[in-house]
């Protein structure tokens, strides 16, 4: 949490308190303070007084009367809130201090983002992360009606802030043609049983550790050391297939060995989390407690639902949960899926965007959808190393695009002919922008 924004919880608290106890009981007024009531609960507040005042508020709302000072002073005397006279004082000084409740919304929400931030990081049960979404969901402040100019001019402030946030495969070849993934993006990678997601989605992972980005993978079919078994043999040439076999050289356990004792393995910056019973919630709680800057679910059709119902109705709600989840998290959520079985029945084997197994929903709400295709896993006789990206969806930049990547089936290695995306990405500066002081103050 933003450790400036913590400092300020007292004063947050006490604006909040001030604007339920101040102010006549005018019509206006009265409906500003049950909007304030409607956004808040008393744990939210750490001074006991501000709990009571709170509840207080509540009693008076629901019995109809004003929220006002003379009201609560009757109320906790009668109620024995109230013991002492310094309380009293306190409740007058408060008052004192009203001018306007008019920007009230503004410290509901930084309330709102403090206390949320705490609750999501100490809880750990899926009992627990459920009865707080729950509470988020009732209270959250939403207002999601705007005039058409309100905030255009984040568009380009945003361009130049998230030049740091933007996420690159680091694959030329795909980068220069959809661009980055920011805060929000939800991405299907998607593809036929045994096509190469997995091993697609590890050679993604490892360029974007490698460009500094802090990655959290959830992977819900394979556990922890398989992936490491496929990651050090990418990197050091051995056959990850020797560990199953039993048949590694003497020099290859030293070219393993080595690797998994490096300071480059060992300092790398990517999280596994391979729990195989994951709901939504839990996998919430994970990226809440954990903070990194890209998302990888491996795969969605294993994501635990919480509803019954069909595999349609299921998919639904798994898919828009993680659309929800790269939203309110801020963060790129790449989900592989697999695609359906109907693939194998034609004879034209490229997959399509009709592939997509069990909703029709991950297709709208997908930012981006990419399709793997090794055209020699459905015929053998062809080039073992042709590796085919498809490009089924980019909501900004447009589908229907596709390239060829190589593939080393040995080490599951997936290269880019056309190179790595250049690095250092060129940071962004006002340099030659005549209105750069207007953008500036947008920020």
């Not at 009981?25 to 009265?30: G, I, K, L, N, P």
Request: hydrophobic share 35%; with cysteine.
């Amino acid at each position: 949490m933003n450790e400036v924004l913590k400092n300020r919880k007292a004063e947050i608290e006490q604006e909040l308190i001030v604007m339920l106890i101040g102010g006549d009981d005018s019509f206006a007024v009265q409906s500003r303070k049950k909007h304030i009531l409607n956004h808040i609960v008393s744990e939210m507040f750490g001074d006991v007084l501000h709990q009571n005042i709170i509840k207080a508020a509540n009693k008076l709302a629901k019995d109809e009367f004003p929220i006002t000072l003379d009201y609560f002073l009757a109320k906790a005397r009668k109620t024995k809130t109230l013991i002492l006279i310094e309380m009293a004082a306190r409740l007058q000084e408060l008052n004192n201090k009203f001018i306007t409740n008019a920007n009230c919304d503004y410290y509901l929400k930084l309330l709102q983002e403090i206390f949320f931030d705490e609750q999501f990081s100490k809880k750990s049960t899926y009992e627990e992360f459920k009865t707080l979404e729950k509470l988020k969901e009732k209270i959250e402040l939403k207002n999601n009606t705007f005039q058409i100019a309100d905030g255009a001019i984040n568009i380009i402030s945003d361009y130049y802030k998230n030049w740091d946030k933007a996420v690159l495969s680091g694959w030329n070849s795909l980068d220069k043609r959809v661009g980055a993934y920011l805060p929000g993006d939800f991405v299907i990678l998607a593809g036929a049983p045994g096509a190469g997601k997995t091993c697609t989605m590890l050679n993604i992972v490892q360029k974007m550790e490698k460009r500094g980005r802090k990655v959290l993978l959830f992977s819900l079919e394979m556990k922890r050391q398989q992936l490491q078994n496929r990651i050090i043999s990418a990197k050091t040439g051995v056959a990850s297939s020797k560990i199953r076999l039993f048949n590694l050289e003497p020099d290859e356990v030293e070219k393993y060995v080595n690797y998994s004792d490096s300071d480059e393995f060992k300092n790398s910056n990517i999280l596994v989390c391979d729990d195989f019973e994951m709901t939504l919630s839990e996998i919430e709680g994970t990226i809440r407690k954990t903070a990194p800057d890209v998302v990888f679910v491996d795969y969605l059709g294993l994501i635990k639902p919480t509803i019954k119902g069909s595999e349609y109705e299921q998919m639904n709600e798994i898919s828009r949960g993680l659309k929800k989840l790269a939203g309110n998290l801020q963060v790129p959520v790449f989900a592989l899926h697999q695609l359906s079985r109907k693939i194998f029945e034609r004879d034209n084997k490229e997959p399509m965007m009709s592939d997509l197994r069990g909703s029709g929903h991950l297709e709208q709400d997908a930012d981006f959808v990419f399709f793997v295709h090794r055209p020699a896993y459905f015929d053998p006789k062809l080039n073992p190393h042709e590796f085919k990206f498809i490009v089924g969806k980019s909501r900004h930049t447009g589908g229907g695009k596709y390239f060829t990547l190589s593939y080393d089936a040995k080490t599951q290695t997936i290269t880019d002919p056309a190179g790595d995306t250049p690095e250092p990405y060129q940071q962004l500066d006002f340099k030659g922008v005549k209105n750069a002081e207007v953008i500036k103050n947008s920020q």
